[in-house]
T-cell receptor
Framework: AQSVTQLDSQVPVFEEAPVELRCNYS??????LFWYVQYPNQGLQLLLK??????LVKGINGFEAEFNKSQTSFHLRKPSVHISDTAEYFC?????????FGAGTTVTVRA | NAGVTQTPKFQVLKTGQSMTLQCAQD?????MSWYRQDPGMGLRLIHY???????DQGEVPNGYNVSRSTTEDFPLRLLSAAPSQTSVYFC???????????????FGAGSRLTVL
């Protein structure tokens, strides 16, 4: 079984400032890690994924995440956010045929 | 391609009523799943299917039934609706989840259900 903990439920940030969303996971098997984004009143879209190889993963819209096996973390970062990045972000871990999601982090970008 | 199509987008039910949420995908995906989204709880897996004729329970299956008679369709049935089933429901599919879990889910737009 696997589980995901997103350490921040709300992250307010000013436009053009950097943002980091923290995600820790636990699993008894090898895992694959994902970040999804949900814009208001929409379904989820994939931001990026870690399957294997380089621990630094780049995704869409300037986001990147780093897989840290020793700390069981997969934090998401963006160096400069835009108003359009206002959304809810979900970290997810895949293993044993199932994808488990964290509770989500709401990012609100202010001008 | 339409991707994953969910109907209806909104539904209001009375306690005890039954209904079916429809999900269809046109990508020939083997794996399909249903999640419910509740504030502060993320998405929780209700049921999933790894192919036609094969279904299994997820984290919160009670009160829901599924079937998979075709590759394209994966309906979710509420047998006797309860207020605790008020939620937003998402259907999602992928080429194949498999042991690797490497395939990415494509989500529908969601169905918002209110049970009074």
């Amino acid at each position: 079984a696997q589980s995901v903990t997103q350490l921040d439920s709300q992250v307010p940030v000013f436009e053009e400032a950097p943002v980091e969303l923290r995600c820790n996971y636990s699993s008894s098997v090898s895992v694959y890690l994902f970040w999804y984004v949900q814009y208001p009143n929409q379904g989820l879209q994939l931001l990026l994924k870690y399957l294997s190889g380089s621990t630094l993963v780049k995704g869409i819209n300037g986001f990147e995440a780093e897989f840290n096996k020793s700390q069981t973390s997969f934090h998401l970062r963006k160096p400069s956010v835009h108003i359009s990045d206002t959304a809810e972000y979900f970290c997810a871990v895949s293993g044993d045929y199932k994808l488990s999601f964290g509770a989500g982090t709401t990012v609100t970008v202010r001008a | 391609n339409a991707g994953v199509t969910q109907t209806p987008k909104f539904q209001v039910l009375k306690t005890g009523q039954s209904m079916t949420l429809q999900c269809a995908q046109d990508m020939n995906h083997e794996y399909m799943s249903w999640y419910r989204q509740d504030p502060g709880m993320g998405l929780r897996l209700i049921h999933y299917s790894v192919g036609a004729g094969i279904t299994d329970q997820g984290e919160v299956p009670n009160g829901y039934n599924v079937s998979r008679s075709t590759t394209e369709d994966f309906p979710l049935r509420l047998l006797s609706a309860a207020p605790s089933q008020t939620s937003v429901y998402f259907c999602a599919s992928s080429l194949g989840q498999g042991v690797s879990g490497a395939n990415v889910l494509t989500f529908g737009a969601g169905s918002r259900l209110t049970v009074l």
